[in-house]
């Protein structure tokens, strides 16, 4: 089997190098190719000798995406990708332009297991999780793409990133570190539903990217229905954890808040929310839910969100509004693949 080079890190590269009876210097150019000149095959490595790519297409191979679908929005110019894997698995990624520089929002994994009643991600379950070389391919293929340089990366695509937690935590040592992307810790937010065990350890790795945490309820009754990670962990083990985590980072907690019509956008949720979250070092993210026609949820109308957001400032909460990007090409996580995959299955065509 052919290892999965673009995964490992400077070192392991080293060591694999060293294996082949290769020279040190070879490590920071095949390095180089991988996570600089984001190459896809190794033929590409133009100043490596003949002899010496054949030998690492014979021991190795570099896993990336290949863009089946491109919708580019009209309104704000949000790309949105449907990735091909090379086992013929698809996943989503969105490419989003702000005044500071280009955000990628990416996948961690084929599909997702945590059944959230609002994702369409989740619908058909999870598949596989991503491997990190996967993660990064589709960071690079957007820049390729683009012929850009990204500066901010969110964890908001399919899957549950702390249930691909170790793949993921290579992802974040491979895409920060100063011999390739060198992107801070700072300018990565990682999003979780809540697996309250994978926050204790991430806390102790004590990284400085942004935690946001799912909670779209201010109750076990609610986020139950809505959430069912909430069966496992509810709410007073979550925001526990929550505030542990802030303390021993330093680091503000952001929690999405995913207002779905007449479910849990009421004044007497906003007030209850902020209740829970006094004096913890937060901010609530307000998200209008992306309307799926399989799960029913209905995006809160204009008024009630701005209420919404009136009774946690009036509660010293800091609140922001997201807005809305590429709501023309369905940016949401999971329609795009949700749309192609009932396309296969109606014509009978396989991966």
């Not at 280009?102 to 084929?110: F, R």
């Not at 399919?158 to 570190?177: A, H, Q, Y």
């Amino acid at each position: 089997m052919k290892k999965d080079i673009r995964s490992f890190t400077y070192e392991e590269l080293e060591n694999e190098m060293k294996t082949l009876g290769l020279p040190r210097f070879r490590t920071g150019q095949i390095y180089r190719w991988l996570h600089i000149s984001l190459v896809s095959s190794f033929d590409e490595m133009t100043d490596l000798p003949k002899a010496l790519r054949a030998q690492l297409d014979d021991n190795f191979v570099i896993f990336g995406c290949t863009i089946e679908m491109k919708l580019v929005s009209e309104y704000d110019g949000t790309v949105k990708y449907l990735f091909a894997l090379n086992d013929g698995e698809v996943i989503e990624t969105v490419l989003m332009k702000y005044k500071y520089g280009y955000t990628v929002c990416v996948s961690s994994q084929v599909g997702c297991r945590m059944g959230c009643r609002f994702c369409a991600s989740t619908l058909g379950g999870v598949v596989r999780s991503l491997l990190p070389s996967e993660i990064l391919g589709q960071v690079y293929a957007v820049e390729r793409d683009n012929d850009i340089r990204v500066s901010h990366i969110v964890m908001m695509g399919m899957g549950e990133p702390l249930d691909n937690f170790e793949n993921v935590k290579r992802f974040l040592s491979l895409i920060t570190d100063e011999k390739g992307q060198n992107i801070s810790m700072r300018h990565i937010s990682l999003s979780t539903c809540g697996i309250v065990p994978k926050i204790y350890e991430l806390m102790e790795m004590n990284l400085q990217l942004t935690l946001s945490v799912s909670l779209h309820a201010p109750n076990d009754e609610i986020r139950s229905s809505m959430m069912p990670v909430n069966n496992a962990y509810n709410i007073e083990k979550l925001l526990e954890a929550c505030r542990k985590y802030a303390k021993t980072t330093s680091r503000r907690i952001s929690f999405e808040y995913a207002l779905v019509r007449g479910v849990n956008d009421s004044p007497e949720c906003a007030a209850e929310l902020a209740s829970r979250l006094g004096r913890m070092l937060c901010h609530v993210n307000l998200i209008p839910v992306n309307e799926v026609k399989e799960t029913h949820c209905r995006e809160s109308y204009p008024e009630t969100v701005k209420k919404f957001a009136e009774v946690l400032l009036s509660k010293g909460i800091p609140v922001t509004v997201r807005r809305k990007l590429g709501a023309d090409i369905n940016a949401a996580c999971g329609q795009l693949r949700r749309s192609r995959t009932a396309n296969k299955s109606a014509t009978g065509e396989q991966n």
